[in-house]
């Protein structure tokens, strides 16, 4: 005979309302944007947090993108402006400057709080003229160009960035370190426009769902000290090299040495980090085509320069990828180098500013030597982890629900995943998961349409809680909590996903397991055995 | 555990000869995204496997209270397989390092029972081992063979 609870089925669909006027896109990634783009198009409120002082990510950044060589501003500003100033850019609250400082609830109502630090300079009224950046006394190392040329401490990011407005470093203005100095507000054409009366400020948004696109960053190469990277002049990064590339870049786009010679033969090493065991197993998949298009430019600004590409593996995913490999490798200045791994090489001073790297018994020599590190999850993407709650996988990145099927969910309900953050990837590649994560959430979060609850989720007793608390200690989703005037645990049906773990870790029995109930499994282990 | 296990099982001593054409009975808890969608992998592929097992599909090995593989005993079974994600893996998170923290408890219990610990084993098969899933269910059913029936304090009228 089955037990009691079997006789009658529990309901598989359960509603609750939420709230479902507002989505949360954080950090203005290129991703973050043609999201929050899509999102405000369906008629959602969106509000967008972005850490630095423009948006469009890194991509944004590069003054051409491969396959084709297009300019980056010039496909992502279309999207920038609509977010600014587009048709439904109503439906969007951009806070730049910012970061999510603490999240609490779940899907269909997160509290958010972001801490906004001040730009002082007044959006709303600057016209971008750039009048206050000469009157500032005070330069230092611009951190867009990677530290190659100065920034004053009021100054634009770069010169097309969006907002096309400056902002104020609070860690360079002397004004603000206590010193006499008023020569950029003197400056201002606009009577108000820089506003050093701007404070830091905490503001707190509900929110039904949020979009992760914080980005990565690249593999630190002077983890590999016998590559040169930091010590010897003209060993750059491949960010270092996209900005020297870039007109709005340290050189004005002129491909150049440290000491302003015009280099003859350049290296290009792949693989630095990636599909290294020891550092980055896995391969990033997008450093190979970044390389190709290196070789392309250089080859446009410096005719009859040589271009040396070490490789471990070529990696040309895309359906257009092929055409830039060919005609990369059709040129007679092009050669390549089979290695290893870039871990094998050594690259040292040469004569005459020269760089020589020796692999194996093979010493060449270059004037400059471009490093592509592998792309990581960085710091923003642990911290981001820890405020949400989410899981990262065993490279780093943050976990996706399931990689082939749901690549753009976290494993927490309502937290969506686009970009780098969850996985290398060019700028297509995250602009489809954008896209992707907002159908996601435009279908999971309908006006005037109740949530869907999981069928599975655990429900207590209270009256046979003891209030030992275990259930809170194995949740994997911090979905229980202890209701103090009940005296006994309760499960937050929302955030519970269903596994069953405090069923099985409760002491009492307290805790039932919607439809894998303790007699629903005893039934089915007679039957088995019947 | 709840005080809703019913155990009757008795300290017992495994046969000195294996019982001659022992079938062996094992109750499989397999977790819905992993090993049990290995399982499925395995009959695609139309993999031979021993037809003992019977499979009993939990969403997470997290779920799998002691007192089921208790229960799988005191109905019958020879055996108990849990198989669920590997560590790393787990659809929720690391409640399959749950799962494994109590099956070490429990085959302390399962000793103090007088039971041989290899009745109860734990492992780690993933969707796409479909092949593994038909190895460990092989093995599981040889050592069971090896062990015999397992005799209990039911069936010696109590």
Known sequence: MLPEPLGALESLVEALPVDQRVNLADQGAEAGCRAAHLLAEAGRHVVLVEKGPILGGMPVRYEDVFPRLECGPCVLEPFIAEVLHGPHAENIEVHLQSEVAEAVGSFGSFTVKIRKSPRYVNLSTCIGCGACMPACPKSYANPVNCGMSERKAIDFTFYGGLPNAPYVDAQACQKLKGEDCNACVEACPIPGAIDFDQQEEVVERSVG???????????????????????????????????????????????????????????????VGSLDAERCAYCSGVCCMNALKFNELISHKLHGAQVTHYVKSIVLPGKEDHGLYAKVKGRETTAWVQMESAAALNISAGKNGRKVIRYGKENREYDMVVLMPAIVAGASVQETARLFDLTVDAQGFLEELHGRVDATKSKVRGVYLAGTCQAPMDMSHAMTQAASATGGILSALVPGRKLTLEAIYAVVDAERCSGCRSCLAVCPYRAIAYNDEAESAEVNPVLCMGCGTCAAACPTGAIRSRHFTNEQIFAEIEGALA | MSSQAHIKTQPVQAPAQPTVGFEPRIVGFLCNWCSYAGADKAGAAQTAYPPNVHVVRVMCTGRIDPQFVLKAFDEGADGVLILGCHPGDCHYKEQNLRMIQRHRLFLKYLRQLGYEEERCRLDFVSAAEGEKFAQVVGEMVDTIKRLGPLSRGRSQGQ
């Open chain 1, 209 to 271: 769902a949020v979009l992760i696109a914080v980005g990565g960053e690249l593999y630190d190469c002077s983890q590999l000290p016998q590559l040169g990277y930091g010590k010897l002049p003209d060993v750059v990064t491949s960010l270092e090299f996209e900005r020297i590339l870039a007109a709005s870049g340290p050189t004005g786009g002129t491909v150049q040495l440290a000491d302003g010679r015009t280099p003859e033969k350049i290296a290009i090493v792949h693989c």
